[in-house]
């Protein structure tokens, strides 16, 4: 398969770099922001200098409880006499930075691009929950007094029905990724827990308990994105972004059927054929697939055709996509054991697969060989779809 | 072994309170919404317990809730229909927690109800539908997945009761046999 579009720079990522992940860190938004981008720029060897353009993602303001979080995170994510462009796409908005900074790179616009993803989830108490009530329609929906666990467990309440899946079948994602987490130094949520912790945690809207869902969290991750020229100066072991898929479905999300994520089969698709992968479960070997809920990543794993439909929850029985697997999946933890400080874990997602396709994740190194990854993200009212593929 | 450094201090909720410098902040925004060109009929019609949609004239979908434009054909939606009512429960859940994660003193059933409309082929991924409570269900009939394909119609607050607003609905019920 050919790609279908024309870049006139090819795009890599030279580094990566992350705070860590808590509920309740000291540190400003902007100091999260600086950290992490800090970081990526040292593991990339450049300074703030060699970076022509910014882009910096952070999901609702209402969270760090700052208006405009772009303008405020602009100096700490290196926006300074520099373009600089704020993504915001919900949950999706993880992934979205890396492929806004491709387009930026690819288009020939800047050659260094330094992606950084923030947020601050703990400022908002007792709970921000809260502050979800306001990202509901005013007319339709907010008169029910809706909790956003609502959609979430209606989607997987239909998607248990139609694939017939059990609690115990998608409790396991949740203890697989906390367990995978237990290697990864920034994680919030690791932990060595079993199906029946899981079954046991608090019921809060039936088909999901406490342990089915990622923590509230604060974070930063950074990326450092070059072209081609700059990349082979850099380093000896770019990663490449191979393609990138942005998809939104129907606003209307009771008007479609939850079972299958249509927003990231159509985003997937985008993607590999940009990347000329035409067999996705024969051709990716490790995958980051965004796991808010446990059974988001059964739900995401067959939306990025890596399993047929309905097929993924017998395959992580059988521990396909363990870290010893065939086609591991969240090696670094997920959302659901390193945590969900929602831009920045999706940051961390592609950051991860950038370590593993380098060798460089150590204990959270997968046992087979790697070249070709995919990571995506999840979001807005529950229908945009964002995806990266990588490759060495 | 990277990220070989996560910098970050993590701090608990007494040691917030013991900094210099918190901020408490409860932001004060009041905001009065209108329904717009189509809702605002929508309301209207469940005052008078109808529930209306708007026809597509191209692909003939019937969409409800009814919007201006077809987002299928991007064109304007001209013609209002009025549907029966009645469908089935594509997905239902029991919460325990309030909007704030408070938790219930009496747990809510709430589902996704794939509305009878024209325009649609049986079981196709769109349809028309509406987002409401569950009533005359149990909690085992939502866990052991009965509920699922339910027939259901509307509940009606008494006329006196409406307002115009998505509550003239009290709630979707089975619709017995």
């Known amino acids: 398969m050919k790609p279908n579009i024309f870049v006139k720079d090819k795009v890599a990522i030279v580094g990566a770099g992350l705070t860590l992940f808590r509920r309740r860190l000291l540190e400003t938004p902007r100091e999260l922001a600086w950290e992490a981008a800090r970081e990526a720029l040292n593991s990339a060897g450049l300074t703030l200098k060699d970076i022509d353009c910014i882009v910096v993602g952070s999901a609702p303001d209402a969270f760090d409880g700052i208006h405009m979080k772009g303008e405020y995170l602009a100096d700490g994510s290196g926006g300074f006499n520099k373009p600089l462009v704020r993504v915001f796409v919900g949950g999706g908005t993880g992934v979205m930075v890396p492929a806004v900074a491709w387009w930026h790179v690819a288009s020939g616009l800047c050659k260094t691009v330094l992606a950084v993803g923030e947020e601050k989830m703990s400022h908002a108490y007792p709970h921000p929950q809260g502050v979800f009530a306001y990202i509901w329609d005013p007319i339709l929906e907010r008169p029910l007094g809706p909790n956003l666990i609502w959609i979430f467990a209606l989607e997987m309440r239909r998607y248990m029905h139609v694939c017939k899946a059990s609690k115990e079948d998608i409790a396991l994602v949740s203890v697989k990724n906390k367990r995978n987490a237990l290697d990864h130094p920034a994680a919030q949520a690791a932990a060595n827990i079993t199906v029946d912790d899981v079954l046991k945690s608090e019921v809060l809207v039936w088909p999901v308990q406490l342990l089915d869902i990622s923590p509230v969290s604060d974070g930063a991750a950074a990326l450092v994105l070059a072209s081609e020229s700059v990349a082979r100066r850099v380093t000896d072991t770019p990663v490449w972004v191979e393609g990138i898929g942005v998809t939104t479905d129907n606003t209307h999300w009771f008007n479609r059927d939850l079972a299958y994520p249509r927003y990231l089969e159509y985003a997937a698709r985008m993607a590999y054929k940009m990347a000329g992968i035409e067999r996705p479960w024969k051709e990716i070997d490790v995958a980051e697939p965004y796991d808010p809920f446990d059974y988001k990543e059964l739900h995401h794993i067959e939306g990025l055709m890596l399993a047929r439909r309905c097929e993924a929850p017998k395959l992580l029985r059988e521990g396909y996509f363990d870290r010893s697997g065939e086609l591991p999946t969240s090696p670094s933890g997920g959302l659901l054991g390193v945590g969900n400080p929602i831009a920045a874990a999706g940051v961390m997602k592609v950051a991860e697969l950038f370590w593993q396709l380098r060798y460089e994740a150590g204990a959270r190194q997968v046992k087979k060989p790697v070249h070709k990854a995919v990571a995506n993200a999840w979001g807005d009212l529950m229908q945009v779809g964002t995806v990266v593929v990588l490759s060495t | ?177």
């Open chain 2, 1 to 177: 072994m990277k990220p070989e450094r996560t910098p970050g201090r993590y701090i608990r909720e007494e040691d917030l309170r013991r900094l210099p410098g918190v901020i408490e902040y409860k932001p004060v925004a009041r905001y009065s919404y209108s329904a717009g060109q189509a809702l605002s009929e929508f309301l209207r019609g469940l005052k008078e317990g109808r529930i209306l949609g708007k026809l597509c004239p191209s692909c003939r979908r019937v969409l409800v809730p009814p919007r201006v434009y077809c987002e299928f054909c991007f064109i304007h939606t001209t013609e209002w229909v009025e549907v029966p009512g009645t469908g089935v429960v594509e997905t239902a859940v029991v919460s325990y927690i309030g909007t704030a994660r408070e938790r219930l003193e009496k747990p809510e059933i709430i589902g996704v109800i794939r509305l009878d409309a024209p325009g649609y082929r049986e079981g196709s991924f769109d349809f028309a539908g509406l987002f409401h409570r569950l009533c005359g269900v149990t909690e085992d009939d939502v866990k052991s997945g009965r509920v699922i394909g339910m027939r259901v119609r509307p509940r009606w607050r008494p006329p006196e009761e409406r307002r115009g607003s998505m509550l003239d609905i009290e709630c979707f019920e089975p619709v017995q046999p």
